[in-house]
């Protein structure tokens, strides 16, 4: 199986940091990766896929870029909207598809 | 646009079995698989399987792959999953989520979740 590590597990920031989140795979997947936000009580919502696309209506300062092995989410300025759990998904078709274990971000 | 509405909350007993459902509208329901995703109470998301509603084939995760069946049902625009012989571990909020679009499978539009408790 391919296994997808995030890190950090908690990312703590103030409104209108730039911050980024890391996910690596243990094999390369080239750029079949997806980002998803989760908030409390809700489903995920699709941010980018590809490792690079944005998801319609998704606001510009999310953005993601890698591929092979390693991936970053970077929100440009820190909104308090976008407090969440944030997770990479692993989609080479090598079944299973993995998530990655989640980025919890706070506000500082 | 794309709904995936989800069946309500279920208790059930150590040994017995949860048939979860999820009736899709707002696109051709054939043209997409389905994917099922759980999440125990405050844990990560874990990928189940997926279904291609055209002809019923699916994938399972090795872990589910002796309990688990999906199944869709295109008069109606209903996949289900059904998991056996629940434990206390399957204790979990179950989203389908349909394919994104293209070649590629991943989740692009997700049910409201259904959760599932296993208690006795």
């Known amino acids: 199986d391919i296994q997808m590590i995030q890190s950090p597990s908690t990312l703590s920031a103030s409104v209108g940091d730039r911050i980024t989140i890391t996910c690596r795979a243990s094999q390369s997947i080239n750029v079949w990766l997806a980002w998803y936000q989760q908030k409390p009580g809700k489903a995920p919502k699709l941010l980018i896929y590809?490792?690079?696309s944005l998801e319609s209506d998704v606001p510009s300062r999310f953005s993601g870029s890698g591929s092979g092995t390693e991936f970053t989410l970077t929100i440009s300025s820190l909104q308090p909207d976008d407090i969440a759990t944030y997770y990479c998904?692993?989609?080479?078709?090598?079944?299973?598809?993995?998530f990655g274990q989640g980025t919890r971000v706070e506000i500082k | 646009q794309v709904q995936l509405v989800q069946s309500g909350a279920e208790v059930k007993k150590p040994g017995a079995s949860v048939k979860v459902s999820c009736k899709a509208s707002g696109y051709t329901f054939t043209s997409y698989y389905m994917h099922w995703v759980r999440q125990a109470p405050g844990q990560g998301l874990e990928w189940m399987g997926m279904i291609n509603p055209s002809g019923g084939n699916s994938n399972y995760a090795q872990k589910f792959q002796h309990r688990i069946t999906m199944t869709s049902d295109t008069s109606t625009r209903t996949v289900s999953v059904e998991l056996s012989s629940l434990r206390s571990e399957d204790t979990a909020v179950y989203y389908c989520?349909?394919?994104?679009?293209?070649?590629?499978?991943?989740?692009?539009?997700w049910g409201q979740g259904t959760l599932v408790t296993v208690s006795s």
């Open positions: 998904r692993q989609y080479k078709k090598d079944f299973p598809f993995i």
């Open positions: 989520a349909r394919d994104h679009g293209g070649n590629w499978n991943y989740e692009g539009y």
């Open positions: 590809k490792a690079s």
